[in-house]
């Protein structure tokens, strides 16, 4: 992406111009002062970021993986959500050599914010383009990071009726016992969007479960059933 140090700087003036330092304290606060943030909301944010995003359009994958990694480096918050989107918007160019890469960005400054939409729409589309990649979702699962485990448990969640039914009841079995609630709820998020298309599916499973399954969990996979 040639044009990757000019959209970046345009997007900083941008951003900067627009910063609500009010704002900024509460989005601050709402994520538990582990970010700076701007202060903006994510419509203009992402006005902002549209001739970045754009700029993307013919770049290769190490292209896009370089910028993400360029935008991952700064330190407000909002520079995160454009990685994300960024490569959200060019998920098809990324290939399964790549998955390491968007790895490593899921282990660093790793939040919920940027964790699940690189779950769902990066990873989730990588391993759908390219299905050889579960055998490593088979591996994430039993990552020490929860990061990484709930990537794992999330990456089917836009799969819908192509969902892969073993391997999440599998992944949501092994981490059952699990006491993390970023992991227990994952599980549970996992299982209702699945039950959408296979609720029955679902009632068997967490029914047969019993106990064995956290009330988080529980609770989550049988919202709207």
């Known amino acids: 992406m040639a044009t990757l140090g000019d959209t970046l700087a345009g997007l900083r003036h941008e951003l900067e111009v627009a910063a609500d330092p009010d704002r900024a304290v509460q989005s601050a606060r709402y994520m538990k ?16 970021a549209r001739p970045l ?7 290769s994958s190490t292209d896009l993986l370089d910028a993400a990694d360029a935008l991952w480096a700064e330190p407000e918050r909002e520079f995160q959500y454009v990685g994300v989107d960024l490569l959200r918007r060019w998920c098809g160019r990324l290939g399964p050599g790549d998955l390491h890469r968007v790895e490593r960005l899921i282990r660093t ?11 769902a729409h990066v990873v989730g589309g990588l ?11 088979d591996r994430w699962i039993a990552d020490a990071d929860r990061w990484i485990a709930r990537t794992a448990i999330l990456h089917q969640l836009q799969y819908h009726s192509d969902t892969d039914a073993d391997r999440l009841f599998a ?10 609630f970023f992991i227990r709820k994952a599980c549970g998020w996992a299982l209702r969007q699945y039950a959408r298309d296979e609720p029955d ?25």
Request: glycine share 8%; charged share 25%; aromatic share 8%.
């Open 109 to 119: 400054k790793s939040w919920w914010d940027t964790v699940d939409s690189l779950a």
């Open 127 to 137: 391993v759908s383009a390219h299905p050889e990649l579960a055998t490593t979702m």
């Open 53 to 59: 995003i754009a700029s993307g359009r013919g770049a």
């Open 171 to 180: 992944y949501v079995d092994e981490r059952a016992g699990d006491t993390d």
């Open 33 to 48: 002062d582990r970010f700076s943030f701007f202060g903006i909301p994510m419509a203009r944010v992402r006005s902002a």
């Open 201 to 225: 599916a679902v009632r068997s499973f967490v029914a047969a479960r019993g106990d064995h399954l956290s009330g988080l969990t529980r609770r989550e996979a049988l919202k709207h059933l």
